[in-house]
Structure formats: structure tokens, C-alpha cells
């Protein structure tokens, strides 16, 4: 497995973090990579960095936003945009490390969600 920095990734989840406010996600402290080579089925993962990492080693929470180029790179660029969004929606408001699940008492991420959250920003 092989991995490179993302930085055609990294412009877009700025600018859907600006476009979508939401302002408690600190995108200094978002990384994204693109995968190759991996065996995994899923189109993109986040990776939390857990609070003990944070409390023992003195560093701010952070994510990182992994792409697997086999399967991303040949999404529309509509669905590329939902795939990001998805994965940016497991963050805690509170911006800890920790991430959110798909389903909470509170929230839902789903295609569903997804797509409102598209139709009200008109991306």
C-alpha cells in the first residue's frame, strides 16, 4: 500500500468546509492522501487522531481524509464532492479526534443527509 500527499483533495474540502460553514473544523488540521494499492472497497475513509495521542504526546487534535484512487479518481466530480462531505460530516463539533458514527441521536450521515445538505448550498 502506497500513499501521497492530496493536495487536489486537500483544495476541495477547503473549499466545501468554507461553502458549508462549518466553521469548527480547523482546516489546518485536515490532511488528505490519496491510497494506491489497497484492498479496501471504500471510496474514502477519515482517520481521527484519539484523544490519549493528544494528552500524552501534546499534539491538537487532527484527521485525515483518505482517497483510494482506484476507486475516487473514476467518480463523477459531483460524487467526488459527496464522498468528501460525507467523510467531513464524521467530525465532531467539538473538533476532538474522535468521529462521529453513521447513525446518532442527533445526526444521520447518509446519501439522504447528503444530498439536502447539496440542495441547500447548491453545489
Given at each position: 500500500?502506497?500513499?501521497k500527499?492530496?493536495?487536489?483533495?486537500k483544495?476541495?474540502?477547503?473549499?466545501?468546509?468554507?461553502?458549508?460553514?462549518?466553521?469548527?473544523?480547523?482546516?489546518?488540521?485536515?490532511y488528505?492522501?490519496?491510497?494506491?494499492d489497497?484492498?479496501t472497497?471504500?471510496?474514502?475513509?477519515?482517520?481521527?487522531?484519539?484523544r490519549?495521542?493528544?494528552?500524552?504526546c501534546?499534539?491538537?487534535?487532527?484527521?485525515?481524509i483518505?482517497?483510494?484512487?482506484?476507486?475516487?479518481?473514476?467518480?463523477?466530480?459531483?460524487d467526488?464532492?459527496?464522498?468528501l462531505?460525507h467523510?467531513l460530516l464524521?467530525?465532531?463539533?467539538?473538533?476532538?479526534g474522535a468521529?462521529?458514527?453513521?447513525?446518532?441521536?442527533?445526526?444521520?450521515?447518509?446519501?439522504?443527509?447528503?444530498?439536502?445538505?447539496?440542495?441547500?448550498?447548491?453545489?
Amino acid at each position: 500500500m502506497r500513499y501521497k500527499i492530496a493536495q487536489d483533495v486537500k483544495e476541495k474540502v477547503n473549499q466545501l468546509i468554507n461553502q458549508l460553514k462549518m466553521k469548527y473544523i480547523d482546516e489546518k488540521r485536515i490532511y488528505c492522501i490519496r491510497s494506491f494499492d489497497v484492498k479496501t472497497r471504500a471510496i474514502a475513509r477519515i482517520w481521527g487522531m484519539s484523544r490519549l495521542f493528544a494528552e500524552v504526546c501534546g499534539i491538537k487534535p487532527c484527521y485525515i481524509i483518505e482517497v483510494n484512487a482506484k476507486r475516487f479518481d473514476k467518480l463523477s466530480k459531483r460524487d467526488q464532492i459527496k464522498t468528501l462531505i460525507h467523510e467531513l460530516l464524521h467530525i465532531p463539533k467539538t473538533f476532538s479526534g474522535a468521529l462521529l458514527s453513521h447513525r446518532g441521536r442527533y445526526h444521520r450521515i447518509n446519501d439522504k443527509a447528503i444530498e439536502n445538505i447539496l440542495k441547500k448550498v447548491k453545489i
